[in-house]
């Protein structure tokens, strides 16, 4: 199947201070198109930052960003901005939703940077609430829904814009165990019924079961998969 | 307009700050408004005086001028009508009740004046009662007059002869003039009923009005007029009406200087107001906004969103304080006769309301175009 995703040679590093950190080295990743990548590793194992790199919000220091076609590490920050727009849908841990909109006022947020009018705007924000089961809350603000429903009004703000690629850091990790299998759920429903490719950071195996293939990670590099069962 | 939502819930994210807030810009927009009325009705009522009508008056005292030489005056070349004044200012029931009063000769007073309008029936009529009255419009809506009232008017610098200072006048008719430069807004008395129902300073006028035929010929006539009472016992000084109305407001003070003054000092203490405001509101936003650049707004978009929410917040301010400004014109314009421009008001401080929105709305602004998405999400 065709990359949609393509990373090669890596490398990621911070400056704290006079102190430069490495937090990728050298690293290579393929993404297929309508796959579903659970990323894994222990905290501080660079998978945040993988993350950031494949979403456009930051750039590697070194080597390839490919993603949908697009050389994304080239783009200029502006270029980049619109690009992320178009092709990515971003699910948080804890949300990250605009406490003061309602439900489909937050859905509608990347329908603002598309030409779409206000009639069509609608349209797509009732048609994402409803994928997601929360039409009857589309009037609530985020202080008035659970934990569960705001995640899912995230995911809805997510695909709105239709995007090729939803980007999850931690989506389920600050949900109890009912509701994060309800909201992996509907990733892979997302994923096996509508072709979007996700890409899921995760702590907790029993929520990469959910995704088609697990990738690795420890200390900034990609390692064999029997490293999967220390963790 | 897609955007107004987002801008509005940003600005309403705290209530109780953002009322506070704005309750702080529209009394400073409020006060703009009241004191910039002020000043331009009093700029107006200045500009309203007509440039052909000379006042004459006493030049080494305030001691009255002699109605005799009005007939010298009438002589001199270019003069059109002559009419002594005798202001008589009154109190009406209460001491705070002020009654600008002026005894005139009805004869004159549409010569002298040009622009007052009342219909010569009215004038008729004051010239046949010698204790009869005319007032304008403002006036017997401000007391509650009526034709055919007596009114006692207490002066407070002309004495009757029966030793008070009750003048009781008979109300003959109610006019309302558009024009006019001195008696628009006043009461009109007869000449002749005070000067000779007074004790002292019989024959005399404090006040001599002189209508002349060409405005530009003013410095002249007014030369000639003075040279005429030269090295005399009553010597005069003459001058245009909006010569001597200039004088009266700088003998004040310079009105302008300090009213700009006190509206810098409100703009300035707002501008730190409404930055801080802005800023920490942006402060506190950081992982909203960084999510809005995770959405795909650019740097530059983010920045206009907050210069937006800067600009949208002081101009519904300020719409508010001009709005209630613009209520107290009719007012001012009722009790003291002033026609505020409200137009170019308005104008100065919608401008007023730009300028503050942006120098305030900057810096945030540009903290949020800068923001590292990274950095912010990860509460950096």
New interface residues.
């Given amino acids: 199947m065709e990359a949609l995703v393509g990373l090669k040679h890596v490398v990621k590093r911070y400056r704290r201070g006079r102190q430069v950190l490495e937090v990728l080295h050298n690293l290579d990743l393929e993404v297929a198109a309508g796959e579903f990548l659970a990323l894994m590793g222990p905290s501080g194992s660079g998978k ?1 930052t993988l993350l ?1 790199l494949i ?1 456009g ?2 750039r590697p220091t070194e080597g390839e960003v490919d993603v949908a076609g697009e050389r994304i590490d080239q783009l200029s ?2 270029r980049l ?2 690009w ?3 092709h990515v849908g ?1 699910v ?1 841990q804890f949300y ?1 939703l ?4 309602s439900a489909e ?1 937050n859905v509608e ?2 329908l ?2 598309t030409s779409l009018s ?1 009639a069509q ?1 609608k349209q797509n924000v009732e048609a994402a609430l409803a994928l997601v089961g929360l039409t009857d809350w589309r009037k609530h603000k985020p202080n008035e829904l659970s934990g569960g429903q705001q995640q899912r009004v995230a995911i809805a ?1 997510a695909i709105v814009a239709d995007p090729t690629l939803l980007v999850c850091d931690e989506p389920t990790g600050d949900l109890d165990r009912e509701t994060a299998e309800e909201v992996l759920g509907l990733l892979q429903q997302l994923n096996r019924g509508h072709g979007k490719t996700v890409i899921m950071v995760t702590h907790d195996p029993k929520a990469a079961s959910f995704a088609s293939r697990i990738v690795n990670l420890d200390k900034g590099a990609l390692v064999p998969a029997p490293a999967m069962a220390s963790i | 307009m897609k955007f107004l939502p987002l801008i509005w819930a940003g600005i309403w994210r705290k209530p109780g700050r953002a009322v506070l807030t704005l309750l702080s810009v529209v009394n400073a927009f409020l006060l703009f408004g009241v004191l910039q009325g002020f000043a331009s009705g009093l700029n107006h009522a200045v500009a309203e005086t007509h440039a052909d009508v000379l006042l004459t008056l006493s030049r080494i005292s305030t001691e009255p001028l002699p109605v005799g030489q009005l007939d010298q005056i009438k002589r001199v070349q270019g003069v059109r009508a002559t009419m002594p004044m005798v202001p008589v200012i009154s109190t009406y029931r209460t001491p705070t009740q002020i009654v600008p009063a002026e005894a005139i000769d009805p004869a004159q007073v549409l010569a002298v004046d040009p622009g007052l309008t009342i219909p010569q029936a009215m004038i008729h009529a004051l010239q046949r009662d010698r204790t009869g009255a005319i007032v304008s419009r403002v006036l017997a809506n401000r007391f509650g007059w009526k034709v055919g009232d007596r009114v006692p008017l207490r002066a407070l610098n002309v004495a009757n002869r029966d030793g008070s200072p009750t003048w009781p006048v008979d109300i003959v008719g109610v006019f309302s003039s558009s024009g006019g430069t001195l008696f628009k807004n006043a009461m009109l008395i007869n000449f002749d009923y005070v000067d000779q129902g007074r004790t002292t300073n019989g024959g005399t006028a404090p006040v001599f009005v002189v209508r002349i035929d060409d405005p530009h010929q003013a410095g002249p006539i007014a030369a000639s007029i003075d040279k005429l009472f030269a090295n005399s016992a009553n010597e005069t000084k003459t001058a245009t009406v909006r010569q001597i109305a200039q004088n009266n407001l700088k003998q004040i003070g310079d009105i302008g200087l300090v009213i700009n003054a006190i509206v810098a000092a409100v703009f300035f203490a707002l501008l730190f107001l409404v930055g801080a405001l802005m800023m920490q509101s942006v402060r506190e936003r950081t992982p909203e906004l960084a999510v809005l650049k995770t959405l795909g707004f650019t740097d530059g978009g983010l920045m206009g969103l907050i210069l937006a929410e800067s600009l949208t917040f002081c101009l519904v301010s300020a719409a508010i304080g001009l709005g209630l400004a613009a209520m107290l014109f009719p007012v001012a314009r009722r009790l003291i006769g002033f026609n505020i421009q409200a137009g170019p008001l308005m104008l100065t401080g919608f401008a007023l309301a730009i300028g503050l929105a942006l120098i305030s709305g900057l810096p945030p602004a540009i903290r949020a175009m800068r923001l590292q998405v990274v950095d912010a999400l990860a509460g950096r």
Avoid: W, Y
């Fill in positions: 945040t950031n979403g919000l930051d920050s502006g901005a619109a992320r727009a178009r971003f948080f990250n605009m406490p003061t909109l006022r947020l990347p603002l940077l206000a705007r703000r």
